[in-house]
Every structure is written in C-alpha cells, then in structure tokens.
C-alpha cells in the first residue's frame, strides 16, 4: 500500500536546481524523523538528508552539504528536498522515507515506510 509520494523529479543540467516533493498520506498525529536517499544504478541505497519533524532539525550527508536543503511542512504533511548546483554524480533515483525514530536517522534500517521512488537525471 502506497503511503509515501514523490514527486518533482526529472532532467536537470548541471549547476542547475530542482525541488523534489512528498506527501505522507497516513502521517495524521505522528511526528517520526523523514529522510531523503538515493540510489544510482549499480550501487547501494545511500543517505542524502534527515528532518526530525517537531523541531525540524537537519542533518545532511556529506556530498550534499551546501547544496541541498530538506524542509517540511506539518500541516500539509509533506517533506522537500531544495536541491542546487546539481552534479552529474547526484543522477539516481530517490527515495522519500518515515522512520520509527524521533531523532536524527541516517541508516536505512532506521526506516520503514518508502515511497515508490523519483528519478533526478544532471546532465553535464
């Protein structure tokens, strides 16, 4: 059952930007950490960035850092991730997630609800 909905992804040339969208349809009264992870043909699912949503409290993995930002809003149930001076080596597919937790969540296994995934292509 589909409970996390990405979408905005698509083509992008390099240093350009692109905002990725998701929605939380079963989120009502909860308050569990929302991620951002990517995958990129042939490679593991890794981290790109976390939000704790009460406090909205951020942390990013290092490749990302200064050129992604993720936000949320509580009413709309929805994460975002503001992505900037895209690079080519950012093209995957990425994965909108809710976690169990309630603090800061970078492993996969700290997650358990995943959206269907969007693919982001940075064309040189």
């Known amino acids: 059952q589909v409970q996390l909905v990405e979408s905005g992804g698509g083509l992008a040339q390099a240093g350009g930007s692109l905002r990725l969208s998701c929605v939380d349809s079963?989120?009502?009264?909860?308050?569990?950490?929302m991620g951002w992870f990517r995958q990129a043909p042939g490679k593991e699912r890794e981290f790109v960035a976390t939000?704790?949503?009460?406090?909205?409290?951020?942390y990013y993995a290092d490749p990302v850092k200064g050129r992604f930002t993720i936000s949320r809003d509580i009413v709309s149930n929805t994460v975002y991730l503001q992505m900037s001076g895209l690079k080519p080596e950012d093209t995957a597919v990425y994965y909108c997630?809710?976690?169990?937790?309630?603090?800061?969540?970078?492993?996969?296994?700290?997650?358990?609800?995943w959206g269907q995934g969007t693919q982001v292509t940075v064309s040189s």
């Open positions: 997630a809710r976690s169990y937790l309630l603090t800061k969540a970078t492993m996969t296994h700290e997650y358990n609800h």
């Open positions: 939000i704790t949503w009460s406090a909205g409290s951020t």
């Open positions: 079963r989120r009502t009264f909860n308050t569990y950490t």
